[in-house]
């Protein structure tokens, strides 16, 4: 089991949020529940670029968090389907502003982002 190096900071709700929802794809994994995409297949296939594991983890993780709860159908095959718990909710307001500034920003953020991707000359 991963043991922690450094203390979580309870102090600040910033160090609180970034502790449940800082994660590469749970911000995806809330935005895509939150419309209505409930199935792992089908959060898969609208985030192809994680691993159905990493995904499965942060799904435990947003589960564990209470942010995320699952209605698991008793069938063959079996049946598994996430929604937003009434704290998820509460923070799509925030998850959407984010996609929104990003929007408004994606020319100076690509910019910004390609920038820092090349490689200073020695």
Not at 107 to 121: A, G
């Amino acid at each position: 089991m991963y043991e922690r190096k450094l203390p979580i900071q309870e102090e600040c709700g910033l160090d609180l949020i970034r502790e449940v929802i800082f994660g590469k794809w749970k911000i995806h994994l809330l935005y895509y529940i939150s419309q209505g995409i409930s199935r792992p297949g089908l959060l898969q296939k609208n985030i192809p670029e994680a691993s159905r594991r990493v995904l499965n983890i942060q799904l435990k993780q947003l589960e564990d968090d209470e942010l995320v709860a699952k209605t698991v159908y008793d069938q063959q095959p079996p049946k598994v389907e996430y929604y937003l718990t009434e704290l998820g909710k509460s923070i799509m307001p925030i998850v959407n502003e984010l996609g929104q500034w990003g929007d408004t920003n994606s020319e100076h953020l690509r910019r910004v982002i390609k920038k820092r991707l090349v490689l200073p000359e020695i």
